[in-house]
């Protein structure tokens, strides 16, 4: 059986911070292994694509502008249940209450924003990580 697969994105804020190599250092240090990476300045249909299911909410607008302020490091990552430990690893979405411990409650905060600049994205199903990998990586 082949191993599982997640689409990891270091955000535009990570990659303008420097934060690229921690967040890297991270997920190698959990042991899941990095199998492709590319630095990726996408355009709107690509993140319209990728973020399809939030159409119509408040942050919309603001998450697809932050998304398209600067590159994104996109990287497959490959490990058994990797989806849902990225995501462990990661913490929640409020990077303010995101718990101590994870790539956001360690390197993240609120700055007042529309939208929250959280550091990561991760794939958060089979199905998504799949129709997500084929965006970022065709
Ligand atoms: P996730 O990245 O933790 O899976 P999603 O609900 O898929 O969170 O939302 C996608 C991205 O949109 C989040 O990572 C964050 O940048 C932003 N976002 C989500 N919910 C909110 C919100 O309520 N306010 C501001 N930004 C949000
Ligand atoms: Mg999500």
Do not use: C
């Not at 991270?26 to 249909?45: H, N, S």
């Not at 990287?75 to 956001?104: H, K, M, N, Q, Y």
């Amino acid at each position: 059986m082949t191993a599982e697969e997640t689409l990891v994105l270091v955000k535009p804020d990570g990659v303008a911070r420097g934060l690229t190599g921690v967040i890297l250092a991270r997920i190698e240090a959990k042991g899941y292994v990095v199998t492709d990476l590319r630095l990726v300045q996408p355009d709107r249909d690509r993140l319209a694509a990728h973020y399809a299911e939030h159409e119509g909410k408040p942050f919309y607008e603001p998450l697809l502008e932050f998304m398209m302020s600067g590159p994104s490091v996109a990287i497959r990552l490959a490990g058994d249940r990797v989806i849902e430990g990225f995501r462990s690893l990661a913490g929640t979405t409020d990077p303010t209450t995101a718990a101590p411990g994870t790539i956001r409650g360690d390197l993240g905060r609120d700055w007042g924003l529309a939208v929250q600049q959280n550091l990561v994205h991760g794939s958060d199903s089979v199905e998504s990580a799949t129709r997500e990998l084929e965006i970022w990586f065709s």
